[in-house]
Structures are given as C-alpha cells and as structure tokens.
Nanobody, 125 residues
C-alpha cells in the first residue's frame, strides 16, 4: 500500500505558478515510479509528468514541457510538480499516482496502482 495525499492546488492567474505536493506513506515508496495526471470536466484523465524510482529520469506530456517540473525526495516520501507559466487550459483536478518501477514513465492511468484524492488547480485568464 502507498497512501498518497496531494496538496498545493488553488486559483492562479494565467502566467502564474503553483507547486503541487504529493506526500506518501508506507515502507515501499522508493520502489515505485510516480506520476501526475489531471482531469478536466468532461475529459478523460491524462498523463502530465512522471519520474522513475530514483528521480534520475523524468517524462512529460508535450503540452507541459518547459513549463512543469516533476521531482521527488525518497527520504521525505514526497513528489512535487512545479508548474510555471500556467495557462487556462491547465485547469483540472491533479492527481498523483504510484506505479511499479517497471512501468516507469507510463502514460496509461491503468498502469498505476495507487492514487491520491486529487487537488483542484484553476487558472484564470
């Protein structure tokens, strides 16, 4: 089990920044790759960013490359998503998720075993 809790969402103007935090518990956090997904109203959940177990490899969907940065600290059992230059189309509920290391970088939600409850990000124009 890898319980996950997200925080850091909120309302921000276009061009602004937010940092999302995903706090994990459990003994096996460092053996999991992690990902951030988002889901806007009426749309499917989509992959945003991923990071391998060590933090040495990261993955991003094209729409956020150069604007978002994923990072992790295994000692703190925490994953972050730094979001800069936010756009109204980034508005969504953001979820962090854990997947076995062999699925590191997967864009598919069904590969992820554990999910947080989500945090709302709203970007106003």
């Amino acid at each position: 089990q890898v319980p996950l809790v997200e925080s850091g969402g909120g309302l921000v103007q276009a061009g602004g920044s937010l940092r999302l935090t995903c706090a994990a518990s459990g003994r096996t956090f460092s053996s999991y790759a992690m990902g951030w997904f988002r889901q806007a109203p009426g749309k499917e959940r989509e992959f945003v960013a991923g990071i391998n177990w060590s933090g040495g490899r990261t993955y991003y969907v094209d729409s956020v490359k150069g604007r978002f940065t994923i990072s992790r600290d295994n000692a703190k059992k925490t994953v972050w998503l730094q979001m800069n230059s936010l756009k109204p189309e980034d508005t969504a509920v953001y979820y962090c998720a854990a997947t076995p290391a062999s699925y590191s970088g997967s864009y598919h939600a069904y590969d992820y075993n554990y999910w947080g409850q989500g945090t709302q990000v709203t970007v106003s124009s």
